[in-house]
């Protein structure tokens, strides 16, 4: 029987199989995480032994949506070797040997605590959110004061899920001028509902939170700046927590914590913002995006020239239900050209950052180019109308966008841990259009 006595050169549970699940699978497949079963155990392997070979060799698990052959290479990616999907298709073709308990490693332990140690502030939602049984997935931002007497720098920041079984991901910024509060007073259920982005402001423009504490997705380490870079939380700010519900067929409640920890080394340069979007016809519209009904491929572009020496530490594609692929590449002022991050199979449940594993330095004008693809056709099945319509910008389930965040530092920045002047990026546009009134 092959169960048990397995020749000397193929793969067995206990020895080669158990390490990998451990290293690759079970941040998200054990009880309470977001994946549906446990990959814990011989028996949970072996039950669905030869859906471990399909999903792995397909490359759909574990999910991981950046090409690992061009673009990055990125922190924490989530991917296997050759060698790795190869040994568990040689084990699931031996018919799953267990070998030897012996050689087992020892089982895995998480920690409840933090990774890095207790957080210097632990911010967590005042009320938890009940979330119901059946539905679509849900967008909500809590608002939770932070409540500094004085800005500081940030050299680290992690998430507790407060209920893993429903965060699918968690996305993190702060408000200073008050309006994420206005607008959680006007729901009546703790945090407020969005799509994809934090709500508008009163004259309707997109509300942006004032910068970014970055975000949580399952089997992501803690975000951990790199020495003299930080970012920076303002005296006063709230901060808000973007949450991504994905139901589990129960009603569940949910309260989530940030955990941030502060410098203690002096701080040269911020972590800033910027976006790549398709062209806008005025300094004040919305991106122009205009993606006809049935159309299966639809490509839309967009640029960014950076206007100053800048090195971008990590990216965020971020479309709906309609995107197909997104591509972004820098292009030197040399005309050499780079790719920043490819996605070949966009997924909308997987809202990742990707962190480059060494920051890129994009010097002075080069342009950042934004080439995306959209499946407007009936054949979509994510496809939210049906019949399709034409589709355009905006923040609803069915409106898209398409967006490259971007994360960068300035060469030129020296703060000598000074607090950076705060950018209201209303104000800066005003500022931006004003001046070019005035050429
Ligand atoms: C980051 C979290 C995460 C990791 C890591 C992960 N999975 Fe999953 N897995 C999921 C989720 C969530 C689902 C449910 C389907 C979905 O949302 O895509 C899933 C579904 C599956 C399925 C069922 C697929 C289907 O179509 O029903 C299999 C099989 C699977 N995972 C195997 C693996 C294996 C093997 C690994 C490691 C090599 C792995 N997963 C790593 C989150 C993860």
Redesign the pocket.
């Known amino acids: 029987m092959l169960g048990t006595h397995a020749w000397a050169g193929t793969p067995t549970y206990h020895r080669d199989v158990e390490p990998?699940?451990q290293k690759?699978?079970?941040?998200?497949?054990r009880p309470g995480?977001?994946?549906?079963?446990s990959?814990l155990t011989y028996e949970q392997a072996r039950k669905?032994a030869s859906?471990?070979q399909?999903?792995?060799e397909s490359r759909?698990?574990?999910?991981w949506h950046a090409s690992s052959k061009e673009g990055g290479p990125f922190r924490d990616a989530?991917v296997?070797s050759d060698a790795?999907i190869k040994l568990?298709a040689d084990w699931v073709e031996a018919d799953c040997p267990a070998g030897e308990p012996r050689d087992a490693p020892p089982a895995r332990v998480w920690s409840s605590d933090w990774a890095l140690g207790k957080p210097d502030l632990e911010l967590k939602v005042k009320e938890a959110y009940t979330l119901g049984a059946a539905g679509p997935d849900e967008l909500r931002v809590f608002v939770i004061p932070a409540g500094l007497t004085e800005g500081r720098w940030i050299r680290a920041i992690d998430f507790r899920p407060g209920n893993p079984r429903i965060v699918?991901h968690i996305l993190s910024g702060y408000d200073i001028t008050g309006r994420a509060r206005e607008l959680d007073a006007e729901d009546p259920s703790p945090g407020y509902a969005t799509f994809g982005g934090y709500g508008r402001l009163k004259n309707g423009f997109p509300f942006f939170p004032q910068g970014s504490l970055g975000g949580w997705?399952?089997?992501k380490n803690p975000i951990v700046m790199r020495e003299g870079v930080g970012r920076f939380l303002p005296a006063k700010a709230d901060v808000l927590l973007q949450v991504h519900y994905?139901r589990d067929g129960k009603v569940e409640t949910d309260a989530s914590t940030i955990g941030l920890y502060f410098s203690r080394t002096p701080v040269d340069k911020l972590v800033r913002g910027a976006l790549v979007t398709p062209p806008r016809p005025g300094l004040f519209s919305r991106p122009v995006l205009r993606i006809p009904a049935g159309d299966a491929n639809h490509e839309v572009t967009g640029e960014w020239t950076a206007r100053a020496d800048i090195h971008l530490q990590a990216v965020v594609p971020h479309m709906h239900w309609l995107g197909k692929d997104f591509l972004l590449t820098a292009v030197y002022p040399d005309g050499v050209k780079r790719t920043l991050i490819k996605v070949d199979r966009w997924?909308f449940?997987?809202q990742d950052s990707y962190d480059y594993d060494t920051p890129v330095a994009i010097p002075r004008g080069t342009k950042i180019e934004m080439v995306a693809h959209f499946d407007n056709s009936r054949a979509n099945p994510n496809n939210p109308s049906n019949p399709p319509k034409l589709v355009t910008w905006g923040e609803q389930t069915t409106d898209e966008m398409c967006i490259g965040f971007l994360h960068y530092t300035r060469d030129s920045e020296h703060l000598g841990n000074q607090a950076p002047p705060v950018e209201n990026r209303l104000e800066m546009l005003k500022k931006a259009a004003a001046a070019r009134k005035g050429r």
């Open positions: 990998l699940l690759h699978c079970q941040d998200c497949h995480q977001v994946a549906p079963f990959l669905r859906d471990l399909t999903v792995t759909l698990m574990p999910p989530r296997l790795e568990l699918h997705a399952p089997g994905h997924d449940n997987w």
